[in-house]
């Protein structure tokens, strides 16, 4: 089916190993995305991409790294794990960004604890 | 800047009740306007949107409108039933400030009692 696959679901890691999350879209979307859901700070940006090879940093981009290599995938890394990355993360992709009003679509998340 | 506010939840209502979630905007340019739901343990997921002025987006029973006069865009549904006990995101995106620009509000919770 088409949308916006996260790996994993849920995740458990210690302080200071490397982790990645993988994402993978089916629609072709030019733009995606990566959000991190915390109570009492909503939804904030971490890094976007707008096609293959093109990323840039969002609101809260410290101790993460993202790569694009193809249109459909965009994983993102934890280079150094810290507690305070514990989190969901979400990805999203969107058609052609929020200058063309395109909605942004979500995949299920994952659940990251840093012990 | 830009920026969202939506109604502090949450919101407790029993089924067939009549809801409103309340949902105010601040924007430089012209912004599309959107709502989303968020089930337990799920991603959000587009619910609605409006794009111009007097607009009315509507799915699944759900409605807002475009109000450019109030700057809102509030959340209704005549008769709410149990499964959309969820949390409501209302969001914008403005072409004014960029194409990954995309502005949430903090969420309400929904719950409907049987």
């Known amino acids: 089916d088409a949308g916006i696959t996260q790996s994993p679901r849920y995740k458990i890691t210690e302080t200071g190993r490397q982790v990645t999350l993988m994402c993978h879209q089916t629609w072709s979307h030019s733009y995606m995305f990566w959000y991190r859901q915390d109570l009492g700070h909503g939804l904030r940006l971490i890094y976007y991409?707008?096609?293959?090879?093109?990323?840039d940093k969002g609101e809260v981009p410290d101790g993460y790294v993202v790569s694009r290599s193809k249109t459909e995938n965009f994983p993102l890394t934890l280079e150094s794990a810290t507690r305070s990355q514990t989190s969901v993360y979400f990805c999203a992709s969107s058609e052609q960004g929020s200058s063309y009003n395109s909605p942004l679509h979500f995949g299920n998340g994952t659940r990251l604890t840093v012990t | 800047g830009n920026s969202v506010t939506q109604m502090e939840g949450p919101v407790t209502l029993s089924e067939e009740a009549f809801l409103t979630i309340n949902c105010t905007y601040t924007?430089?340019?012209?912004?599309?306007l959107f709502w989303y739901v968020q089930y337990p343990g799920e991603g959000l997921q587009l619910l609605l949107k409006a794009t111009k002025a007097d607009d009315k987006g509507s799915n699944k029973g759900f409605e807002a409108t475009y109000r450019k006069e109030t700057t809102s865009f509030h959340l209704e549904k005549g008769s709410v039933q149990v499964s959309d006990s969820a949390v409501y995101f209302c969001a914008l995106s403005d072409p004014a400030v960029g194409t990954y620009k995309y502005i949430f509000g903090t969420g309400t919770r929904l719950k409907v009692l049987a």
């Open positions: 991409s707008a096609a293959a090879d093109i990323t």
């Open positions: 924007a430089t340019g012209y912004p599309s």
